[in-house]
Structure formats: structure tokens, C-alpha cells
């Protein structure tokens, strides 16, 4: 019973924050009740009940995929949402860590739970420090990201993310460079590389 529940629960997050990001996109604010009204939440509603309930049958009712799912799509979303306007909403992460610790706290001890959340602080706290002593080479849109992942994902996989994605930002940065000409100084959103990183993460 409280499996479903939590499956319905996370598929309405998943449902508000598809339809923040797509707000955002169109350059609209919406407050949360605003959002909460709208006819595309429910739809978007019904389209992440039947994929989450997809995912989480299929792999046998295991959590971890329905966890690893919601990351990929929130992750999804914010790469189009940073893509576009730059930014990281707190919105988005919030429905997005809500969703994870509910299925979190149903799907492994509380001890490691708030284990996984208070070295995920740690993490946060250091990676800010880093930046703020590098001069600010990283948004601090995508210290909030790292730093939600780490709190739900753990810091290691966070770690591994991060390598990965800027493997991947130096080789667009050198394409920007040598093929299309661009200055050294030119800025370009970060979260889509996290989101491709995740993916290449996911299959290897």
C-alpha cells in the first residue's frame, strides 16, 4: 500500500516539475499554486505515473531504479531549463529531493538515509568552498545540483558525475576553440553535461 502511494506521490512531483520547467521555458511565472492548477500538471501527471509505474514493476518493484529513473529525468529536465535560461530553479530540486527521500525512507534504513543527506551537506559545504576560492568557475546553480545529488544519490556517484561531465565540458570547450573560433571566455550552461555524463555513467 505505501508503495503505491509513494509511486503516486513521486509521479505528481514528477508531474510539477516537468511543468515548472516547461513555465520556465516559455519565459512564464507561475507561483506553486499556479502550477498546481494547471491542466498540464495532471496530464504530465498521468505520463510519469505510467512511466515510473513502468520502470518500478519492471525491475520487480526495486526502488533504486525507480530513484535512478527520477534522477535521469530531472536531470532531463534541468539541462533543457539551464540550456535555455541558465538558471537551476529551486523548485525543481525541491520536488525533486521531496520525491527521493520519500522512496529513500522506504527503500533503505533511516540511518543510512540520513547518513546519505548529512555527508551530501559535507559535500556541498566543500564543493562551495572550492568554488568560491576558485573565483566563482562554477555556477552556483550547479553547486545546488551537485549538492541535492549528493544528499539523495550519495557523494560518491556525485563525484563521478562531476568528472565525467567535465571531461566532456573540456571537449566542447576545445571544439568551441579550434573549430568554431570562439573566445577562451566564452560561457556555456553546465547542466547539460551532467546530464550527459549521467547518461554515459548509466551505461557503462
Sequence with gaps: MWEILT???EAMLGGMKASWGISIWKERDASCFQVWCERQ???LFGVFLLLYGFVWFG???AMIALRSADL???YGILALVDGKKRIVPDEILFCYFAGQMLMGALGMPLDMLGKTVLTGILFTAVLSACVWVLGRKMGMGDVKILGVT???AGWGYTVQLLFL????SLAYSICLLLIWRKDIRTEFPFVPFLAAGMVIHMVL
Aim: with cysteine; proline share 0%.
Design 72 to 74: 535521469l529525468c530531472t
Design 165 to 168: 561531465a567535465m571531461v566532456l
Design 59 to 61: 525491475s520487480g518493484k
Design 7 to 9: 509511486l503516486a506521490a
Design 150 to 152: 549528493a544528499m539523495t
Design 41 to 43: 500538471t495532471a496530464v
